[in-house]
């Protein structure tokens, strides 16, 4: 037997309202420790009510760009040598300073609680949290899990937005589902290093001691560019069930997305795909380098991390038998909102390296002269604000548009919208820097005449060097490969108010169901 129910706190309803403070420790606490949430949490009534005065209309599904919804839920829960574990899962698509998590593990005959769980992240997409405990080894044994997931939002105002809703689930241990995947295996994307926390791919490249997959010769064509990409892997069911193929319809979706302009599609001619039985219950697969992988430029302009997507449908059977008894749906990706499971394989990211100077720009070299950026060979060197460096790596890419930034003496310089300028407050990328703007030149602070974007649809570059992240390009104080890839990296952003109180009311909660099991 398993009943679900899940159902969303409606804050304008008083009873609904009382229900959830209690949760976190009841509302007089609240109010008197922490302030903020509680600013936070009669905010987000007044909002409830507000709207619940409005004419009704239809909800939408929430979804983003890629097709993504918003998940939250009781995982799974499994018993296994006397021991009841519960699992759930909480993720967004959006940047949600905080999500949590309050739950409890109860017996349903006597109600008495048996574990109870309170987690939080604020800097996170996806959270989990697990509950375990040793019931009673009765027949007809019946648990209750009870989790209420809290995600708080900022509106366009800026006030904090308590968006809670809960999921009830009655379980008997005895039913334990068993999960028919046993084992889903990526061998390439993947990184060959295990330091390697993204899998790096040189294009048109010297092939550097830090790259995973290395292609030369890549084919450019009119606002396209081919992606060597090859993609590699294994599924494994457990028997009964045996691997008989993979559908390469509709319902096959192979893609890589990037955060600024979206997914980019491969096309759907899989002809050249292998499919192998190593045995009877493994189906493996192999896609050549060179199937028709071309996209649109636009896809991946100024961008060097992309997230590697693909689902796909299994049809499988019973052993001995040819023909279908059923289709499992399995999921390849490395989107931070994926939840690894039995049909589903997170991998690292992609990361290409692309360049980001236009063709025409010159280089300031060591020994005082100016050089084109293409004709510049690794083992040169260059200068830079603090003297001479070393060229190691000299990297390629395409863009489709350049920002221009032109200062009153003349200097200029084309780059990528996210390459690092040198400003008078210190590091800004391309997209972000202002006519107000400062920038850092041979002869010293400059302002800026002229600031704009323009098409450029051709080959940029970048040299990563040893010196201390600057190169002086078109007269101009910018980045190279390795200032840029830190500029790129995300930094944490640090709790405020609300969040710091989050915490401590989330650190108070787990403190004090862990005296009661005392």
């Avoid at 334990?176 to 995947?181: I, L, Y």
């Avoid at 010769?217 to 590699?232: A, H």
Wanted: glycine share 6%.
């Amino acid at each position: 037997m398993c009943a679900s129910e899940k159902f969303k706190y409606n804050l304008a309803d008083s009873t609904h309202y009382a229900a959830f403070t209690d949760k976190l420790g009841g509302e007089a606490r609240i109010r008197k420790s922490y302030p903020a949430l509680y600013k936070a949490l009669l905010h987000s009534r007044d909002e409830a009510i507000r709207k619940a005065a409005q004419p009704p209309h239809l909800p939408k599904k929430a979804e983003d760009k890629n097709g993504f919804t918003n998940f939250l839920g009781i995982d799974e829960t499994s018993y296994q040598d006397g021991l009841l574990t519960s699992y759930a899962d909480m993720g967004t698509v959006e940047a949600t300073p905080i999500l949590s998590i309050v739950g409890q593990l109860k017996d349903a005959h006597t109600a008495m609680v048996l574990n109870n769980c309170a987690v939080f992240d604020s800097d996170s997409h996806y959270l989990r949290a697990s509950m375990s405990a040793r019931p009673k080894e009765e027949k007809n044994y019946e648990y209750i899990v009870e989790n209420t997931f809290t995600k708080i939002t900022y509106d366009e105002k800026h006030n904090p937005i308590v968006d809670p809703v809960s999921e009830v689930r009655r379980k008997t241990p005895g039913g334990v589902s068993k999960e028919m995947v046993e084992k889903l295996q990526v061998f390439d994307p993947y990184p060959k290093s295990p330091q390697h926390d993204r899998t790096i791919v040189y294009y048109n490249n010297r092939k550097g001691p830090g790259c995973d997959y290395y292609y030369n010769n890549v084919k450019q064509g009119k606002g396209t560019v081919q992606i060597m990409l090859p993609f590699n892997g294994s599924v494994r069911l457990c028997a009964p069930f045996t691997p008989l193929h993979i559908d390469m319809n509709e319902n096959f979706n192979l893609l890589l997305k990037t955060t600024s302009h979206g997914g980019a599609q491969f096309l759907n001619d899989f002809s050249n795909v292998v499919f192998n039985h190593s045995d009877a219950q493994t189906l493996e697969w192999t896609f050549p380098e060179d199937w028709n992988n071309i996209i649109r430029q636009g896809n991946f302009s100024s961008e060097n991390v992309a997230d590697f997507y693909c689902s796909m449908t299994l049809a499988y059977s019973l052993l001995g038998s040819q023909q279908p008894a059923g289709y499992i749906d399995l999921l390849i990706a490395s989107d931070d909102d994926i939840v690894e499971g039995d049909a589903v394989k997170k991998i690292p990211k992609i990361e290409f390296q692309w360049g980001c100077f236009a063709k025409e720009t010159m280089i300031k070299m060591s020994d005082g002269s100016c050089k084109p950026i293409p004709e510049i060979c690794a083992g040169e060197q260059v200068m830079t604000a603090s003297g001479p460096a070393t060229v190691s790596e000299v990297i390629t890419g395409t863009e489709q548009r350049v920002t221009v930034i032109t200062t009153y003496s003349g200097r200029t310089v084309r780059v990528s919208h996210d390459h690092p300028i040198l400003t008078e407050s210190g590091w800004k990328t391309a997209d972000r820097i202002t006519a107000a703007d400062t920038v850092r030149t041979e002869a010293g602070l400059e302002q800026i005449e002229a600031l704009y974007t323009e098409a450029y649809n051709d080959k940029v570059f970048s040299l990563r060097t040893d010196g201390d992240g600057t190169l002086i390009a078109g007269g101009i104080f910018a980045g190279d490969f390795g200032q840029q890839n830190k500029q790129e990296k995300s930094v944490k952003k640090p709790l405020d108010e609300l969040q710091q109180e989050f915490d401590d009311l989330t650190k108070v909660l787990v403190r004090e169901k862990e005296c009661q099991h005392d």
